[in-house]
């Protein structure tokens, strides 16, 4: 009870904390923390500001052992929650299985899964982490087991009769065919379910007229028999009735495909039923984790296809119109679309839209408050209800972008948002297709899709995805979602030096989440507290860019790097009229934010360094180099030079993914040390990602170019060590075990630039036996590579220079 003591308090405190319990930040309308604050935090942001992920559980496979191994390398990453989605073993389209799961017996809320689920907020509790859910099976809409014929979506179905008049007909109506629902995740069952709603006589001829119509509902009897005396003329009858659309949940757990609907979102009654029958059982399992580590509820994107009619609408549409809708429906069926039927089919979209936000979405926001939970949703694409509006329902509304584009939302869900008083717009961040999400994806890929979202109004991600893996450690990359990416979680090559990305992240979003939104402008993103101007700004070009206007005057900007996470005062700029005009000089893909203060802070802030000039050499002669493969014992090797690893002879070399350390010494005299001089690293080119030291110290993790580090400090006359740790992506290894044969049936093959699946978990894996192939490392659901899919370029490539500078601070 409590709980609901704590919700109701804030509830009527006035808008719910947009984040409370568990959310990114910030009270919907608090003010915005202090700059002070906000710098004490810039290095390393609270749990509040941090990432979430999409946490995917496939099928019956999930564990214990897994789902704390899961949550802990979240916590270690620095993401800071996770909404669960229970799909289908694996996912192409939609449903896709694969055969001979190991656990069959964990269906969908068996008291296995309820345990699993129980745990994983038992140990999100003791992590500091925050869950939610998906509110139904799969990741679209709602809707589940529990959903009758009856309770599903519906839609107007019917038969025509041609009557000849002037006498009296007896006849039998034909009874409309039901529909089967072509959608994703069908399986092709036509309706059983029917009921009528009407019976309609429409003048022949295509000027008829809706006064016309003849209402002879009364004339039909149960049986579908008519016995009416029809006015001379030709008549079309229309017998027209409801029927549910078969529209399902996808891509459902494999134990309850085939028998999952989608609700009636029209119908406050079913919607009511399925939020009874979703959060009822939910709640009860998990009890004192409600509104503590269990804080939401997610609605995912629209995926259930149409629906024009509900059991209420017929006095619904003569309550909000004004007018009976049936003579106009059996006019549209008897003639077609026609100019004068433009207002009418206005007038029904429009009811159409009210039912589902009224008897829908708010129902949906209701039940979800009622528990104590809050509601978060991506409202941003159907054609049946209004997008701007349907933003003010959520606490949390949220948009999506996918990997490969600028990582731009909508203008509608960031402008209402401003409307309706949303601090936080949230975004599914980096879904990724097979073509380009292959476990080739790395941070300084995701950058620009991630700049661009935070450019058009973003500033909360949802990681898409952290799959869950359920199975001992030696099976990696191990369960994937079917064919879709990105691929975060666990076993991921880079998810170590990976947690700089994801503080580049949770810098980036505390910053975003301040204030007010103002305006976003190409590569520019403005908002506005009452202590500052916020900008960001970013390099979406190829080329690079250096001056950028600001429209504000009379004040100093400070340049906030979250890549670094550093202050920097700023020298070199200028006002021309209503603008400051700043240098930034921001390469391909980088970013910054420039923040005007209204009075100078007393936070730290470094000085702006000018660089009077500077000489470059090249670290030349042999690296050593030691191999930590992710799946194989480490060895060690001299090379002559950095390369890329993918064109050696030697296959340990070519197919290796993990992570390389490469050490080499240098000197350095004592002119080049000292005040008025300063020492940067350029690696050059390398894959993916590097962690640096300096005489064995960490100086920092290079995720994306240019990949250049200040080393002054770690610095000393003669002789200095530098050890470069360079993380590869798994693509090479996986290619590397299509070299041998497999030791499992392959499955559906969707060709080279999709991928194959593999068809069913082999025997000798569920019985936890030896691999026959002593070949294959890796083992996963989904194969992305053939034996003669080209490499990647991986490791340190170069060239590595040494940069000494001599600078004027």
Not at 297 to 310: K, L, M, N, R
Not at 473 to 497: A, E, L, N, V
Request: hydrophobic residues 35%; aromatic residues 12%.
């Amino acid at each position: 009870m409590k709980r609901f003591n704590l919700y109701f308090k804030y509830l009527l405190a006035g808008t719910l904390l947009a984040g409370w319990p568990g959310g990114g930040g910030l009270h919907a309308q608090e003010p915005a923390e202090t700059l002070q604050s906000l710098a004490r935090q810039f290095g390393d942001p609270g749990d509040g500001y941090r990432p979430y992920v999409w946490w995917h559980w496939m099928g019956s496979n999930f564990s214990r052992d897994g789902i704390r191994k899961d949550l802990e390398a979240m916590k270690e990453a620095g993401i800071g929650g996770a909404t669960i989605f229970n799909l289908a073993s694996a996912v192409q389209e939609t449903h896709a299985p694969t055969g001979n799961n190991p656990w069959p017996e964990q269906t969908y809320r068996s008291p296995a899964y309820w345990d699993a689920l129980r745990f994983a907020a038992s140990e999100a509790r003791r992590l500091g982490l925050k869950l939610g859910i998906h509110n139904s099976p799969g990741y679209a809409t709602t809707g589940g087991p529990w959903i009758t014929e009856e309770q599903g979506m519906q839609t107007l179905v019917s038969s025509q009769t041609k009557v000849a008049g002037g006498r009296t007909v007896s006849l039998r109506l034909e009874k409309p065919e039901r529909p089967v629902y072509k959608g994703y995740g069908t399986n092709g069952r036509r309706a059983t379910f029917y009921r009528d709603v009407a019976v309609m006589a429409v003048p022949a001829g295509a000027d008829a007229d809706a006064a016309e119509v003849l209402d002879i509902s009364g004339r039909m009897d149960a049986e579908g028999h008519l016995d009416w005396h029809a006015p001379p003329g030709e008549w079309n009858v229309f017998r027209i009735g409801h029927a549910p659309t078969m529209a399902n949940p996808h891509p459902l757990p494999d134990d309850i495909i085939g028998k999952s609907l989608e609700v009636d979102k029209m119908s406050r009654e079913a919607s009511l039923y399925h939020w009874q029958q979703m959060l009822g059982p939910l709640t009860e399992h998990l009890g004192e984790y409600i509104g503590d580590s269990f804080t939401f509820i997610h609605i995912d994107s629209y995926e259930a296809d149409e629906q024009d009619w509900t059991p209420a609408f017929r006095d619904e549409f003569v309550r909000r119109k004004g007018y009976d809708p049936l003579p106009w429906i059996a006019l549209r069926l008897s003639v077609g679309e026609r100019d004068d039927l433009e207002v009418f089919a206005a007038d029904y979209k429009e009811v159409v839209n009210r039912l589902f936000l009224d008897s829908g979405w708010a129902v949906a926001r209701e039940m979800i408050h009622r528990a104590g939970l809050l509601f978060y949703w991506e409202p941003y694409y159907s054609p049946l209800f209004d997008q701007y509006e349907a933003v003010s329902l959520p606490d949390v509304p949220m948009d999506e972008f996918w990997t490969g584009g600028s990582g731009a939302i909508g203008k509608t869900t960031v402008r209402a948002a401003r409307q309706y008083g949303k601090r936080l717009v949230a975004a599914e961040a980096f879904t990724g297709r097979p073509e380009n999400s292959h476990y080739t994806e790395d941070p300084a890929f995701l950058k620009h899709s991630a700049d661009g979202s935070f450019v058009s109004g973003v500033n909360w991600l949802f990681l898409h995805h952290w799959v869950h893996q359920p199975f001992d450690d030696r099976y990696q990359p191990g369960m994937g979602m079917g064919w879709w990416g990105t691929h975060f979680g666990r076993h991921q090559t880079w998810i170590g030096p990976g947690r700089a990305f994801f503080r580049y992240l949770a810098r980036c979003q505390m910053l975003l989440q301040q204030g007010t939104y103002m305006a976003s402008q190409r590569d520019m993103t403005h908002r506005r507290t009452p202590e500052a101007e916020l900008f960001f700004v970013t390099n979406p070009d190829a080329e690079a860019k250096k001056t950028y206007a600001f429209p504000v005057t009379g004040r100093t900007p400070e340049r906030w790097d979250a890549r670094e996470g550093t202050i920097r005062q700023t020298a070199h700029w200028r006002e021309h009229a209503d603008s400051t005009y700043i240098d930034l000089n921001l390469q391909p893909d980088e970013s910054v934010f420039v923040i005007f203060p209204r009075r100078e802070g007393s936070y730290p802030r470094l000085p702006e360094t000018e660089i009077l000039s500077e000489t470059a050499a090249s670290l030349a002669g042999t690296w050593s180099v030691s191999f930590a493969p992710k799946l194989e014992p480490p060895f060690r090797r001299v090379l002559a030079a950095p390369a890329d690893l993918s064109k050696h002879a030697d296959d340990a070399l070519k197919y290796f993914s993990g992570t390389a350390k490469y050490e080499k010494n240098f000197r350095m005299a004592s002119d080049d040390l000292g005040s008025g001089k300063r020492t940067v690293l350029d690696l050059g080119e390398l894959h993916d990602i590097a962690e640096l030291e300096i005489n064995g110290q960490h100086v920092s993790v290079l995720w994306s170019p240019p990949y250049r580090a200040d080393i002054t400090s770690f610095l000393k006359k003669g002789s200095n060590t530098i050890a470069v740790y360079v993380t590869t992506n798994w693509a090479n290894r996986l290619i590397g075990d299509e070299q041998f044969p497999p030791d499992f049936e392959w499955g559906t093959d969707r060709g080279v630039e999709m991928g194959r699946a593999m068809k069913a978990y082999p025997d000798w894996f569920v019985r936890n036996q030896p691999r026959p192939s002593q070949g294959r490392k890796t083992f996963n659901i989904w194969y992305y590579f053939r034996k003669d899919s080209p490499l990647q370029p991986a490791g340190l490539i170069g060239p590595v220079r040494i940069i000494r500078q001599t600078v004027k601070e």
